[in-house]
């Protein structure tokens, strides 16, 4: 989660534990945003603004409230939700949904486990194909870059024939990209996420599908594709 005062400052402790300074702070009930809310103290781990976490009734941290160091009247409040997705860009609505494996014909699933295709990085390199596409916390903060080869028209995540050409990775369907944690668990956005105009924001070609179909099957790319020039993942995927 960035801070809104200085976006370079990421808040990486963000559990609803309650932080270490803070236990045993007596605080006052605050209203903020409509919800009732506990302050603790400042937070002497950042030095960018004057921190204060923000927890409920049964002391879980909930948010936090980053007031400027030159104006303490200005300030903002950034909650915390469930899902990772919904936290890092302050949007509600985020639904944590099944696992990925769910949406993955068996035989397929048996594969990726068989070969150690099980985590996201590696199960985005078999998709990369088609149109499918994996995205973490991670790559929303910085979109990965895909190498691709005219000759043997294969994408991968590493570098893969003498001539490859880098780009960032694209997404051609709006309702094939399954965002998931690391846990491989699904994250589904709000149907007006600005989670779609932020990957967009390096891709070059548009995204053709405006509904999001909350239930898409993950699409496998086909089995058929020619050989690359080296062996690597896609080669794999030509053998699946
Ligand atoms: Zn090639």
Same mark, same amino acid.
């Given at each position: 989660m960035n801070s809104i005062l200085d976006p370079n400052v990421v808040y990486e402790d963000i559990s609803a534990d309650v932080t270490e300074h803070d236990i045993d702070v007596v605080s006052d009930l605050w209203n903020m945003d409509g919800r009732d809310v506990y302050r603790g103290s +400042? *937070?002497? +781990?950042?030095?960018h603004a004057n921190v204060y976490w923000l927890y409920n009734e049964s002391l879980s941290r909930v948010g936090l409230c980053e007031h400027s160091? +030159? *104006? /303490?009247a200005q300030f903002h409040i950034l909650w915390l939700y469930e899902s990772e997705f919904a936290t890092f860009l302050q949007e509600e609505g985020w639904e944590v949904a099944t696992? @990925?494996? !769910?949406? @993955?014909?068996k035989h397929v699933y048996e594969r990726c486990f068989s070969e150690g295709f099980t985590t996201p990085e590696k199960l985005l390199e078999l998709c990369l194909n088609g149109p499918s596409r994996i995205v973490t916390l991670e790559m929303i903060r910085s979109i990965p870059t895909i190498y691709s080869c005219d000759d043997c028209k294969q994408k991968s995540l590493k570098p893969i024939c003498v001539s490859n050409q880098m780009r960032p990775l694209d997404f051609p369907q709006k309702e094939k990209v399954f965002f998931i944690d690391l846990d491989m668990v699904i994250h589904i956005p709000p149907t007006d996420s600005r989670v779609f105009t932020r990957l967009l924001q /390096? *891709?070059? !070609? !548009?995204?053709? &599908?405006? &509904?999001?179909? +909350?239930?898409a099957p993950l699409h496998m790319p086909p089995h058929a594709a020619p050989p690359p020039h080296q062996t690597g993942p896609a080669e794999l995927q030509a053998q699946a």
């Open positions: +400042r *937070d002497p +781990r950042y030095t160091l +030159r *104006d /303490h696992d @990925i494996w !769910s949406k @993955i014909p /390096h *891709d070059d !070609s !548009s995204l053709q &599908v405006q &509904v999001l179909e +909350r239930q």
